[in-house]
């Protein structure tokens, strides 16, 4: 098996799980996954639908309640929704609801390697191409092979999906000259420790959801799964119809203000502009191509009025869900099977217990004890908390990546496989040596104190890494590169912070002090 561009192999293209799939099936009962249940992955209104749920996907993960909650909600709502047009079993495992059907199924390509496998593997289920994403199989399948050595740059996916689809054009070229607008939306946060944006619009909890909360808590204590994280209130879209508000409720109070600060942290408000859209498009209930176009709907809307969104908020949201999220998703199946077990900088730690169980009170650290906090209340923190708070002290202090995979997977709402494998392994933890991201996301405190309100009160100081109140995130950040020094030597992007260890006369005593500090709650 030989290397392929971007770290897959070859041996992938063969897999079955990869092959091409035939597009529609209307005559056919459509079987369709806990996260396929917005309209788009029928063929026809009145199609047939199978949905099953499952009690063992539960069991074999410690999940956050409150996605176990959004998942079940979600997988009961469409079925009432559907009604007779849908066969619903609640089971053990979908193998005992599959022995019960005796008609033929469909069912669109799942979003993981193991849902694949067991679809192909049953008899009578024809498997169909996947859907809830902006670009094809075919569509990145022919844009990495014309690449040919180059690497597969998300920026550059990016824009030949905006080319593919005509989002933001103007002549041919990108609206406002550029592509990319990313700089300009790097501010810190407002002076004043507010949001630029209103309060998000939350859906309000039905007698579904009270029945959802009745059989968690019943499971919770038969002992048949256990749980992380606080309960409830409910807080994201069950219904196409919920989501659909949500989107609306976005685009008219908040994605004009969403651009500038979407990198920063404030620890009185941790909605700030976002969209909160990712749990409706990863279970479905939104097309991502939908989304995009109602996006530039209102762009165009706004400047032909004569006062127009600006342009970084609108093409910064919509290069999150049709460049970002499209690519992540194309690079999941691109890099194989094994990728997840990629572990470059050599990170064998195990998820401190404190981490795993959300156990914000433990830690002193006010960004840590913060990002955690929210976490366990509301299952969901935007990306920069994600990637420079949480992944940044994993990779810091040597956690295992396929483990840190596995917890970022469980421990938020909108969290599945495809998402955080490529996210976590590639991206947060450089597992892949490079593959995704051409340099390590470390920082130390400096950058936290820039991009946030949480150091002023902290009881560490951002600024020294040497001492009682050294900050664990820049004396982290030392000991991290004496630790991967020569792992890190070909990366040319890393030379300088390399050459600054040995500008360090106190670096053995901050290794040592790391060493000694280990996971313990910082």
Known sequence: MTERANGGTDGDAADPALADFPERAPETRRWCFADQLGPHFLDGAQQPVLLIESRAVFARRRF??????????????????????????????????????????????????????????????????????????????????????????????????????????????????????DEENRQPPPADGRSPAPAPWWPEEDEIDQEVRADLDRWAADGDVSFVGDDGPRLFPVTRQEALHRLRDFLDSRLGVFGPYEDAMLRDERWLAHSLLSPSLNLGLLDPLEVVNRAEERYRDSAAQGDPLPLNSVEGFVRQVMGWRDYIWHMYWHLGRDFRHRNHLAAHAGVPGWMAGLE?????????????????????????????????????????????????????????????????VGMSQHADGGVLATKPYASGGAYIDRMSDYCGGCRYDPRKRLGEDACPFTAGYWAFLDRTRERLAGNHRMRRPLQGLDRLADLPAVVQQERLRGTEPP
């Not at 960004?367 to 299952?379: A, E, H, I």
């Not at 923190?381 to 810091?396: D, E, F, K, S, T």
């Not at 995979?405 to 955080?420: I, K, L, P, R």
């Open 64 to 181: 956050h309640r409150q996605k176990a909650h959004l998942i079940l909600s979600a997988l009961r709502h469409r079925a009432a929704e559907l009604g007779e047009q849908a066969e619903f079993h609640r089971v053990g495992t979908y193998g005992e609801a599959l022995d019960r059907v005796r008609e033929p199924l469909s069912v669109c390509a799942p979003t993981s390697w193991g849902s694949r496998d067991l679809v192909l593997r049953r008899p009578g289920v024809l498997v169909l191409g996947a859907r809830g994403f902006v670009s094809s199989r075919g569509d990145f399948t022919a844009w990495a092979a014309g690449r040919g050595r180059q690497r597969l740059l998300m920026e550059d996916f990016y824009r030949d999906a905006r080319r593919r689809h005509g989002v933001l054009l103007d002549g041919g070229g990108p609206v406002g000259g550029r592509w990319n607008f």
């Open 360 to 424: 914000d009170t433990a830690v002193d650290a006010a960004c840590l004890s913060d990002v955690l906090g929210d976490l366990r209340r509301d299952g969901w923190v935007h990306h920069i908390p994600r990637l420079m708070v949480l992944g940044n002290y994993a990779l810091q202090r040597g956690i295992d990546p396929s483990a840190m995979t596995d917890w970022f997977h469980e421990s938020f709402v909108d969290g599945y496989e495809w998402v955080m494998v490529a996210n976590v």
